[in-house]
């Protein structure tokens, strides 16, 4: 009888109060997350405080590190 080809010999057992690994899409978004807060506030600085929403001023700040934050509290969470 010929194999699969998976090798379901290698399964790995966690502890069962041992967390689960990330999702493959976590990291993308964690860093996504940074840098699109650090380009948000770039932007901000080098439009001359005009962008990326015109009219709202220094909450233009507030937006890009909170994007920012958001992805650096992901890092909590990251196995």
């Given at each position: 009888m010929a194999r699969s080809g998976r090798d379901d010999d290698t399964l790995i057992e966690r502890a069962e109060g041992e967390a689960a690994p990330n999702p493959?899409?976590?990291?993308?978004?964690?860093?996504?997350?940074?840098?699109v807060g650090l380009v948000w506030?770039?932007?901000?600085?080098i439009s001359g405080m005009q962008w990326p929403i015109?009219?709202?001023g220094a909450w233009n700040l507030a937006i890009?590190?909170?994007i920012a934050f958001i992805g650096f509290l992901m890092t909590t969470r990251w196995r």
């Open positions: 493959v899409w976590f990291k993308p978004i964690m860093i996504g997350l940074m840098l506030v770039l932007v901000f600085y015109p009219g709202i890009g590190f909170g």
